[in-house]
């Protein structure tokens, strides 16, 4: 008998779970997870009443990826969290950025990218991560990701640098004013969210010459902070997951060819990866 394995991969809004039992999978969604924005208990809440219902066979593996993983201290919350409702369960959890090196690279080295929100990078030898650039968040860094594109779209917006036309189109789209967005994005909650919301502008008016030198001008700052950091890019593959990487894979391709780096898989998110991953 197979083995019966529950995959997760969580953000802070949504949950993609993947259930295989031998070849069969069976995709759930739930609520987001991190553990810097809910509880143990909320956690726990989630689990009994969106997946729990879900899953009738007993299950044998939970290999977990969440955002916050990263800590220690959260790590041990979310896996007691799994033990409470899964106690017959081996549980493993890990981070995002691990999802997207198994998901990415399998057991090969690689460059694994996250091009999402928000935006990470990592050298993988194939078992573990070995290096990974800082991170610095929406404010600091962040470069290449929808919050960090999203940015620029405001930036062009409130500077009035759009011309007539690009300005009708984004009044059309998000019928907002600055005092709106300057009070979204320095009172409100979540402003990396909200700022990424504008991203999708960019993929709505491709060729342009001021959207493509902003998704082009967002992306080389990713490769010149990140990318170019790790000796490993000139000698291994560089490759990508998340929204604005699937979105804007032209642009990565041009740029891998003009920098003469080896481009890998390009993903909109991690599950099949994974999936593969926990096959093998």
Known sequence: MPLIKL???????????????????TIFITQGMSPYFISAE??????????KPQIKQKVDEIHYYG???SNPDNVKVVKKVFKNIF???????????MA?????????????CILGSGSN??????????????????????????AYLGKKVIQYYLYNTFDE???????????????EILNAVYKKPLPNRYMASFAIFLAENRGHYMIENIIEDGLNDFFFNHVYKYKESWTLPVHFVGSIAHGFKDVLIEMCKSYQ??????????????????TL
């Open 165 to 179: 036309d690009l300005r009708a189109r984004f009044d059309a789209k998000f019928v907002t004013n600055s005092t």
């Open 87 to 97: 106690p017959e369960a081996a549980v493993s959890v890990d981070h995002d950025l």
């Open 42 to 51: 909320q956690m726990e809440n989630i689990l009994k009443e969106e997946l």
């Open 261 to 278: 780096l080896q481009l890998g898989r390009v993903m909109k998110n991690p599950m099949q990866g994974l999936i593969e991953y926990h």
């Open 67 to 69: 955002t916050g993983c």
């Open 100 to 112: 997207a090196a198994k998901a990415l690279c399998g057991n090969e080295k690689g460059i694994a």
């Open 121 to 146: 990078s990592c050298y993988y030898n194939g078992k573990k991560i070995v290096k990974n650039s800082p991170g610095l968040g929406y404010i600091l860094g962040d470069e290449g990701s929808g």
């Open 7 to 25: 995959i997760a991969d969580s953000g802070a809004t949504k949950t993609e779970w993947c259930l295989l039992n031998g070849n069969k999978k």
